[in-house]
């Protein structure tokens, strides 16, 4: 039997017609409007725990769709870093600092409120039913709906700042020109959400938790740690050394105070971020894989250390294109996005996160063979007898294996899951948290950094780190163990480093452009918000 979330969100969208509210899409307005679809609307469809559980999927199934994860929000967001390249034809929009050359430039604006919108009409019915409901469940699906509306608003104000908060429907507050709250107004909210979820949701392995794939308590703690941090990185002050440029050398980087964050006390967040992420890990809930390799096979979606992924179910309407883009192997010939040699070189040898995650010997959907990287050609170029190729330029492309376990490598769309939260994030979370709480970092700080590293084969960090140095250290650790899952991006960010270290490459590998001007530090908002809310007089600067 099939447990997984998605088989759930399937089931009830071809049982069901439900109101727009929880299907529309659009600007933020008309993601929030409930015009009824056929017969049914939110008086006369919210009767039983069955119609609770059928709205929630669909709360859910907006992740999956083409203003999110089907590929625009991970296309703004996981192709404009300092490690990433391709193809050209693909990364020359948003991976080169053009979002709007996008086609779905709006897709995350309208998404999360999409998300935003559905959540919102579930709180309100769900929260009537007094009967033909079991209580827990009832608890489980607010909590739910609190999580994933503090997720989309935690999504927003880090890729647009201030936006409009909207924590009712249209028809308990009709008000339809909502003014852009401050970014602190916008996290108030995320974090009122995410404690409240944190209060209802079950931890994972419960019996009343629902289907792998729904969000769980120890997930509400760990985006509670993950704004917290979000927050005190963005108002610390201080510098950031990287490893980049045009020699991939080691830059030292005065860091910005984020735009918003002025009033935020840096050193306040950073302590409640290291107790949140410590109350987590001591409640053994999660634990990592111990191989690099199982933790991106297909039998390993939902468990253990994957807290939560986008969910995607073959022969469905909820697939993607991940494997296509990401993969080796794609309709392609050869995927069309990978990670720099210059990224490559940040790892040690033995590091199972290269030696194993990386694709060194593979062949086209036609049979050509490759190897890489071509400077370990002793190592990589023949194999058992077979001699694989490598020009020594377009042919260095670092090919992950964290989207190659499809069902069928050999389509377009597959059912690739997307992390969204990995256990593996709560320990560099604590590490970076206690560093910047304690003013350099700590035994326990060390220690969660060490347990990364071991399950890499990576070598012990450098002891006796000053604070700053600690903090260069842990950024580049997430860029290792997170390359190309949309972590690289927001870290530079929220950082304050992003213009900087973009800038210093300027033309990177494949000739991809990482100029940045000051308004890429912000995604443009939809035009049709701008028109449709009154209360929005212009758009995010440069835009």
Known sequence: MNNNISHYINKACRILVIPAALLSLGSCTKALEETPYSFYS??????????????MNGVYSALNTWEMYQQPFWNLTVLDDDHVSGADWFLGTSGAGNPQGYWGVDGPWVGCYTIIGRANTVLENVGKLETDIDAEIKQRILGECYFLRGWAYFQLVQLYGGVPIRTMTLSEDPERNRPRASVEEVYAAIIADFKKAETMLFPAGHAKAGELGRVTRGLAKGMLAKTYLTMASGAATGNVSVRGGQDNGYYTYAKNIVAGYENIDSKHYAELARDKAMELILDNEYSLYDSWKELWAKGSRNRREHMWEVQSMT???????????????????????????????????????????????????????????????????????????????????AYVIKYADVSDPTLANSDAYFPLMRYSEIYLIYAEAANEANDGPTTEAYTYLKKVRDRAHATEAPAGMDKEQFRSFVIAERAREFALEGVRRFDLMRWGIY???????????????KVRAPRNLLLPIPLSEINSNQSIPGNNPGW
């Open 499 to 513: 213009l900087q270290v973009m800038n210093k490459i300027g033309t990177g590998q494949n000739n991809i452009s």
């Open 315 to 397: 022969g469905t309407a909820f697939m993607n294109n991940l494997h296509n883009y990401f993969s080796a192997l794609s309709t392609f010939g050869r995927g069309a996005t990978w990670f720099t040699n210059h990224h490559y070189l940040d790892y040690e040898d033995a590091d199972l996160r290269v030696l194993d995650g990386v694709v060194h010997n593979y062949a086209t959907n036609t049979g050509t063979k490759y190897f890489y990287p071509s400077w370990q050609a002793a190592i990589y170029k023949t194999i058992n007898g077979v001699t694989y190729n490598n020009n020594g330029t377009t042919d260095d492309r």
């Open 42 to 55: 939110p008086g006369n469809f919210y009767k039983n725990e069955s119609d609770a559980k059928i709205a």
